[in-house]
């Protein structure tokens, strides 16, 4: 009815009742009906037949499929409250201004996004929204800063050092005070079709056989459970060291895991946060940032606020931060890097961890990168950084963006002579190679001494292990020898150029260059 007090709760990320201040806003105040809603652009989400793996245009269907178990978890714990989920189709913008009218609203709630697509998209529904009379309350709940804060702080410019970053940010945003016990009621619906939560069936997808998803199941239930579960070994805690982890630690991987929950925002990252405080006052001796467990959830920070203050931050061109090199358009060998066949084992489990998990450790991530970019193959980080927004639960624009920018010496982190071997490293870790048996079955009766370079392995050790290099098993694409020498020499090239660009370049750089 006219006098109605209707209120909107768009749900975007932020899949969660536990601190959502969006949330918790829309149902005061008067509100006599809220309608929870998600909007499923059925572009983003319809199966592209001629991608690289199994998904949309947009994403992988690990993703798909977290998102999907997210809102079902969603649902579930809104109906607890006396409330439900509204499944809305069609381009978001239209379908949101189409309900705002029909149910005559009065508020429109959601949280602030950083993301350039959000940004767009929100300017749209806001301006439609104030013209409309309608208030709308947008507050930051995805991070524990407000970007735009620190940024101004800083003179306009966000921090491109973690110190730098840590100084300005100060105290993170209070954690909301209460708990909700209960939800306006939703009201007509009128004739806005409203559906129920589709399965990957029902988006056109196979459903696939049992182990072939990520292990890993969406939702706010199941990220507070694994937190909780985290937060009971409080030594781990305490001691958490980012460098020391394991990255072939498969069977009890060696960092939490939460990254899928924060992104789609199952879990908040101020509680995230506040339960780690609540661990360190009961164990005073605990490691500090950047390292600690505490400090990689400000790494998350420091990369959001990087990406929103950056123009053109996920592209090397017009990107003021990003130094231009001039890389290699080689998609033969970003296939083979893509699909797990470039003959070096330790790439190769990592990259089949990937595809079928959506989620690697972090100094994996490390290895595939720096291999894909400076340290071998040459190929641009662009290329790389599109591959993992498509094959991890986790992807994040702003993360997944800096985090390339770092690995490939582009932003942040400038020494490209520190290259990490593709045979070595992970060997530091995994002397008998499980990690590489486990996701790369050929190799499993590969012997320890090969199992990192099967390539060396005489034939008839290569017959016994019933694994050809060449023809069960594909010889390295490189040299990491030659290619990675190569590699740092255009680097120190491009990097002399980038300050002649600069205005910046001094004789030695010129004398190292000849
Ligand atoms: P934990 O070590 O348990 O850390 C807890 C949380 O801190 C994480 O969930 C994450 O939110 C945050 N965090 C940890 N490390 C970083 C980091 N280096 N930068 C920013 N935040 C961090 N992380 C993503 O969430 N999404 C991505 O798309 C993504 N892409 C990456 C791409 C590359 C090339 C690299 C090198 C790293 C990327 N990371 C990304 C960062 C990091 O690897 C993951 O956040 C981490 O491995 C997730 O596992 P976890 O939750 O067990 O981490």
């Given amino acids: ?9 768009w749900f975007r990320k932020g899949l969660r009742i536990h601190h959502n201040p969006a949330l918790q806003f829309a149902s005061q105040n008067g509100v006599s009906h809220l309608y929870p809603v998600f909007v499923i652009d059925p572009n983003y989400m319809k199966p592209d037949p001629n991608s690289f793996s199994p998904g949309s245009t947009h994403s992988g269907l690990n993703r798909i499929k977290f998102l999907l178990e997210s809102l079902v978890d969603l649902d579930f714990n809104l109906k607890k409250l006396g409330s439900r989920l509204l499944i809305l189709k069609g381009d978001p913008a239209q379908v949101l201004i189409r309900c705002l009218k029909e149910w005559n609203i009065r508020k429109l709630c959601f949280e602030f ?86 399965s ?14 990520s292990p890993f199941k969406g939702g706010e239930s199941e990220a507070l459970k ?57 164990m005073p001796k605990h490691t500090s940032p950047p390292v600690s467990l505490l400090g990689q959830l400000l790494w998350r920070d420091f990369f959001y606020t990087a990406a929103f203050g950056t123009p053109n931050f996920d592209r090397m ?29 330790w790439i190769d489990a990592i990259m089949v961890q990937l595809r079928k998990w ?94 990192y370079e099967p390539w060396t392995a005489p034939l008839s050790i290569q017959t016994k292990a019933k694994c050809i290099i060449g023809k069960d098993y594909p010889m390295p694409v490189v040299s990491h020898d030659s290619a990675s020498k190569e590699c740092r020499r255009k680097m120190r090239e491009a990097y002399v150029l980038n300050k002649e660009l600069n205005g910046l370049v001094s004789e030695d750089d010129l004398k190292n260059l000849r």
């Fill in 113 to 198: 996004d950083t993301e350039p697509y959000y940004q767009a998209l929100d300017i749209e529904v806001k301006n439609f929204a104030l013209a409309e009379g309608i208030e709308v309350f947008s507050p930051v709940s995805h991070t524990l800063f407000n970007p735009k804060d620190i940024i101004e702080k800083n003179g306009g410019k966000p921090p491109l050092s973690y110190q730098s970053f840590i100084k300005l940010a100060g105290q993170p945003l209070p954690l909301l005070s209460t708990e909700l016990s209960s939800l306006p009621p939703v009201g007509h619906l009128g004739t806005c079709d409203v559906f129920e939560i589709p």
């Fill in 358 to 451: 959506g989620w690697i450790h972090h100094l994996a991530r490390h290895s595939v990168a720096c291999f894909l970019t400076r340290g071998d193959l040459f190929v641009h980080w662009e290329k790389g950084r599109d591959v993992f927004e498509r094959l991890l639960i986790d992807s994040d624009w702003a993360i997944n963006n800096g985090n390339w920018l770092w690995l490939s010496c582009s932003s942040f982190f400038y020494q490209y002579h520190r290259i990490y071997s593709p045979i070595t490293f992970g060997k530091k870790y995994d002397r008998n190679g499980d990690y590489i048996r486990h996701f790369l079955p050929v190799l499993k009766d590969m012997p320890r001494e090969y199992i």
């Fill in 200 to 213: 990957i069936r029902d988006l056109g997808y196979e459903d696939a056989k049992q182990g072939e998803f």
């Fill in 317 to 345: 061109k017009g990107n003021r931060i990003c130094k231009q090199i001039p890389w290699k358009d080689d998609d033969k060998l970003l296939e083979a890097w893509r699909e797990a066949r470039t003959g070096f084992p």
């Fill in 226 to 282: 694994r937190l909780a579960e985290c937060m009971k070994d409080k030594v781990w805690v305490a001691n958490f060291e980012k460098p020391n982890g394991n990255p072939s630690a498969f069977l009890r991987p060696a960092t939490t895991i939460l990254s899928p929950y924060l992104k789609f925002g199952c879990l908040s990252s101020s509680y995230f946060y506040q339960q780690i405080q609540d661990v360190y006052k009961t």
């Fill in 1 to 9: 009815s006219s006098t109605g007090s209707g209120c909107i709760l």
